[in-house]
T-cell receptor, first 116, second 116 residues
Framework: AQTVTQSQPEMSVQEAETVTLSCTYD???????LFWYKQPPSRQMILVIR????KQQNATENRFSVNFQKAAKSFSLKISDSQLGDAAMYFC?????????????WGAGTKLIIKP | DSGVTQTPKHLITATGQRVTLRCSPR?????VYWYQQSLDQGLQFLIQ???????AKGNILERFSAQQFPDLHSELNLSSLELGDSALYFC???????????????FGPGTRLTVL
């Protein structure tokens, strides 16, 4: 069974600085997707960025980028130029690309605090 | 706004009672997923439907059941409620079930269930 681990329950960063959130996962599959979701105080689950396992190039979305290390099964999220609106829970999630079960498997989350 | 709607937003009920949570997927999406977010167990996949048929089951209790109707909306029924069922219940939808494509899940705002 696949598992996702986020070892940082909480991180804090000064506004305008860069922060990296860690995620590791365990799987025996070769084809899968990885995601970072943001959950602000409103509780809405918002997709931040996604990575296809077959792509070697790291995904980037504006100030958000990932460091995907397939062999190490690591998928970290880098937030550059942190803004107050980035304060939220961040969840790493895994989804198989095989079979018919497309459930998201979630990490425990990291609470990101932005200091003004 | 993801285009996924969930009703009600909040639900307060007593132990032993039965409730129904409703989800309307985005227009055109055929797959519906239900997730439970609780303080002690984090985010867990409950069940997936595709075009009216059950496709995958996760950690769903026998007291819980779900269905997807011909108009593609879905309902999650929770019975014999216990204090531990208090959680945020998310519905997500995606266009199709083909695992070889990206197939992003779009999340509704959730239903907050409180069991007293």
């Amino acid at each position: 069974a696949q598992t996702v681990t986020q070892s940082q329950p909480e991180m804090s960063v000064q506004e305008a600085e860069t922060v990296t959130l860690s995620c590791t996962y365990d799987t025996s599959e070769s084809d899968y997707y990885l995601f970072w979701y943001k959950q602000p105080p409103s509780r809405q689950m918002i997709l931040v960025i996604r990575q296809e396992a077959y792509k070697q190039q790291n995904a980037t979305e504006n100030r958000f980028s990932v460091n995907f290390q397939k062999a190490a099964k690591s998928f970290s999220l880098k937030i550059s130029d942190s803004q107050l609106g980035d304060a939220a829970m961040y969840f790493c999630a895994y989804r198989s690309a095989q079979g018919s079960n497309y459930q998201l498997i979630w990490g425990a989350g990291t609470k990101l605090i932005i200091k003004p | 706004d993801s285009g996924v709607t969930q009703t009600p937003k909040h639900l307060i009920t007593a132990t032993g009672q039965r409730v129904t949570l409703r989800c309307s997927p985005r227009s055109g999406d055929l797959s519906v997923y239900w997730y439970q977010q609780s303080l002690d167990q984090g985010l867990q996949f409950l069940i997936q439907y595709y075009n009216g048929e059950e496709r995958a089951k996760g950690n769903i209790l026998e007291r819980f059941s779900a269905q997807q109707f011909p108009d593609l909306h879905s309902e999650l029924n929770l019975s014999s409620l216990e204090l531990g069922d208090s959680a945020l219940y998310f519905c997500a939808s995606s266009p199709h079930v083909d695992g070889s494509s990206y197939n992003e899940q779009f999340f509704g705002p959730g239903t907050r269930l409180t069991v007293l």
